[in-house]
């Protein structure tokens, strides 16, 4: 196709310089918590004007959290093609760990190093850039739009989750460029977003004078709790209502204990504990089946050990969202990915949940969960990095697979 040519030839003439986006985008912060995306914002704006697209649209629940809608139009009517992906960070934690000053960009060895490299400033350059490639060409119809947002590290309330609720979400489909690899980059294509259930769990004891609890049988609600983290540790899973997914038997994921309190201060004997804990849900798995879960295994623990009092409160949940491994985007992310790298990736589920819960889970959108440059196990942690010509292979694989979604009807 002329316009497939001509995109690639863009996009082949521009490859430093959307290494060079990468890193400034890289370079300026745009951590949550506490969360500000102006400035990083306000970078892609400047650069989607620099390259000719101007029909962007801010629309923020909270001044400082912008989410961006940028509008790309073909040559006549036809569907809507949605690339999303999200323009904050995790934290960059100790940064003794990091050998790289997280901020830095730096490239070096073929690798392009620096906090969000991976999650997902890489994936949001290519996505300004082959915006750009499409903006450029003819021979498409229909509407491809960039949706850019806020908060997702937070929980995606002021970003994907508050921009569905509001209806500025419609399309025919989206892809978010989430890092898709585990083992190696372009892994696979993430057709399912793995739903969480985020809950707390109080332990109440006997409040006391500690000098005094070797006189009496008070409950320590700390050591209780720790009973209780370790049994939830080691039985949960098996005590889940599911189904193994059909795509590699894929189960959920069950993470007890990932914070943590407890007591008031010296010399006072602990009558109040907690701990929070999150499972990765599998499609199938809804609120109420993983609340009735939680609950029977609670009554159950509390009826192995006296002691134990335990309450449980669902702190939220959302359920897995999946598209059809044959969906037109899936087969087009499938055929744009074998000409970039020289072979088709296949469909999985994505470890984690991605922006897909409100663009599918609330917008009703048919949504690949994650397909972008990177490695989940380097996201959230320090000396985060990826091949630096993921840059450039994710805008050829996005722009591609457009052109092939928007001709496909």
Request: proline letters at 6%; hydrophobic letters at 45%.
């Amino acid at each position: 196709m002329p316009a497939e040519q001509e995109v690639l030839a863009f996009l082949q003439a521009t490859a430093d310089d959307q290494l060079a986006f990468a890193r400034r985008l890289i370079a300026t912060p745009s951590p949550t918590p506490p969360g500000d995306e102006r400035a990083v914002a306000r970078l892609v704006r400047e650069r989607l004007a620099e390259l000719g697209v101007r029909d962007i649209t801010v629309l923020s629940a909270e001044p400082s959290r912008p989410n961006l809608m940028v509008r790309i139009l073909g040559h006549g009517p036809g569907k809507t093609l949605i690339l999303s992906g999200h323009l904050d960070t995790k934290p960059p934690g100790d940064l003794s760990r990091w050998r790289v000053y997280p901020y830095d960009a730096a490239v070096f060895g073929g690798v392009l190093h620096g906090l969000g490299s991976g999650d997902m400033k890489a994936a949001l350059a290519a996505m300004v850039y082959a915006g750009a490639a499409l903006a450029r060409v003819g021979g498409w119809a229909g509407e491809l739009s960039l949706v850019l947002t806020a908060d997702e590290e937070g929980g995606s309330t002021l970003g994907s989750k508050w921009l569905a609720e509001q209806g500025h979400l419609e399309a025919d489909a989206a892809i978010i460029g989430e890092p898709c690899g585990v083992t190696r980059e372009w892994e696979s294509i993430g057709v399912v977003s793995r739903g969480s259930a985020l809950f707390d769990i109080e332990v109440t004891g006997t409040q006391m004078h500690s000098s005094v609890s070797d006189r009496f049988d008070p409950v320590n609600a700390t050591v209780e709790m720790a009973w209780l983290i370790a049994k939830m540790h080691g039985e949960l899973l098996d005590r889940l209502t599911y189904r193994p997914y059909r795509l590699g038997g894929t189960r959920p994921t069950v993470n007890i204990g990932v914070m943590v309190e407890g007591g008031v201060f010296y010399g006072v004997y602990p009558g109040k504990a907690r701990f929070s804990s999150d499972i990765r849900l599998v499609p199938g798995m809804t609120e109420e089946s993983i609340t009735a879960d939680l609950e029977g295994f609670l009554d159950r623990a509390m009826a192995e050990n006296p002691r134990l009092e335990a309450t449980l409160r669902m702190v939220g949940c959302s359920e897995a969202t999946e598209i059809p491994s044959g969906h037109p985007a899936v087969t087009a992310l499938q055929d744009a990915s074998h000409r970039v790298l020289g072979n088709r990736v296949e469909p999985a589920v994505f470890p984690g949940a991605t922006d897909a819960l409100s663009f599918q889970g609330i917008a009703g959108i048919p949504t690949v969960a994650a397909f972008g440059p990177g490695l989940v196990p380097r996201a959230h942690a320090p000396n985060e990095r990826l091949a630096m010509y993921g840059v450039n292979q994710a805008a050829r694989i996005y722009a591609l697979a457009a052109l092939r979604y928007l001709a496909s009807f």
